[in-house]
């Protein structure tokens, strides 16, 4: 069995993770008799700045033949963020309706959270963000610009297939998990968008009756995520809550560089699957980017394609890493070593 995956190393530290990991990736294949060919597309903010588009017209139709897709990262200091966001990866997530986004945070042994009192093991949750619509839909305008009554408007979409169907893939995960659901909202002042959510989040868990499920408001699940993030199983938010949450679920369980994320598609159309640490422009070019966030998106993708042991041994090996205090580490969680030395030692390990 062959996979035929599309590459997007993207911008910044992109490239860099995605060259290291690359031949990572095709070993562990190799080793779990299955085989990775890869097409690369050079698409991004070097693009845009060149020819004025992130990627081409056809890029959908380019990608829609592929088994999945491994992007690095998007964002340039000279290109604006909506520009690089619009321009490239919510196309591709509405295109294929990229739904569910799962982003685990977990606090490996060996590596120290910021927070005091928690060792490995302890912090352990993942996030189902709504992916496609929401506060991100691309609805609304502005009006007379550049007079003193200029006005913006941005409007919000939930509809109701889609947060049905990131909820009940919320619930099915913590039904698997630990059994304890967080509903994230902010039907308090969103009385429209969030009080529908909350509907739908409560015709949802009759089916699923072994699941407890606690309700935060956006606000106190931060608080609470720096508190007591010992307590969160699984969480389920709206795309702008999800996004910001799990930024934060990066940082409490030590680094954005360890953080993976899987954009799921509803249909047959490919998913996606990246790190969360972005383009990190003030370290491009000298060879520290960590690459375990693109080591576990590729796990998250393995898993994906139906082969879960290459995928629990990546899991496996970063564990192994990680609680070795030997073990070469990059400085965003202490150490010194450079992003192919990592990647050397994982390799030896498998």
């Not at 992109?14 to 990572?24: H, M, T």
């Not at 693009?47 to 033949?65: C, K, N, S, T, V």
Request: aromatic fraction near 6%; proline fraction near 5%; charged fraction near 25%.
């Amino acid at each position: 069995m062959s996979y035929d995956i599309a590459v997007i190393e993207g911008d910044g530290i992109g490239p860099e993770v995605i060259d290291a990991v690359r031949p990572l990736i095709e070993r562990t294949a190799d080793g779990y008799g299955f085989g990775i060919e890869t097409t690369n597309y050079g698409w991004g903010s070097e693009r845009y700045l060149e020819e004025g588009a992130m990627m081409p017209e056809d890029g959908l139709d380019r990608l829609a033949d592929h088994d999945a897709i491994l992007l690095g990262a998007v964002g340039h200091p000279d290109v604006p963020d909506h520009v690089a966001l619009h321009g490239l990866l919510l196309p591709i997530r509405k295109g294929f309706d990229q739904r569910i986004c799962k982003r685990p945070s977990v606090l490996f042994e060996g590596i120290e959270s910021p927070l005091r009192g928690y060792s490995g093991g302890e912090i352990d949750f993942v996030v189902f963000r709504e992916n496609t619509e929401g506060e991100y839909a691309d609805v609304g305008g502005r009006e007379h610009r550049g007079e003193d009554h200029e006005v913006a408007v941005q409007t919000a979409v939930f509809t109701r297939e889609a947060t049905e169907t990131i909820v009940r893939t919320a619930f099915e995960a913590a039904a698997e998990r630990e059994g304890h659901l967080t509903n994230i909202t902010k039907s308090n002042a969103q009385a429209y968008s969030m009080v529908f959510w909350d509907e739908v989040v409560a015709e949802v868990s009759e089916e699923y009756p072994t699941v407890a499920v606690e309700r935060l408001l956006v606000d106190a699940a931060s608080m609470d995520l720096v508190r007591r993030p010992e307590e969160f199983d699984v969480l389920v938010a709206s795309n702008l809550f999800g996004d910001v949450l799990t930024d934060l679920g990066a940082i409490v369980s030590g680094s954005l560089g360890l953080a993976a994320s899987a954009n799921l598609a509803s249909g047959d159309e490919p998913s996606m699957f990246e790190p969360v640490h972005g383009s990190a422009p003030d370290i491009v070019g000298q060879g520290v980017a960590n690459p375990l966030a693109t080591v576990l998106s590729t796990a998250l993708l393995f898993d994906y394609l139906g082969e879960s042991a290459a995928s629990d041994r990546l899991w496996e090996v970063v564990r192994e890493q990680l609680a070795d205090p030997n073990a070469p580490r990059t400085p965003d969680v202490g150490g010194e070593a450079g992003t192919e030395d990592v990647v050397a030692d994982l390799a030896d390990r498998l």
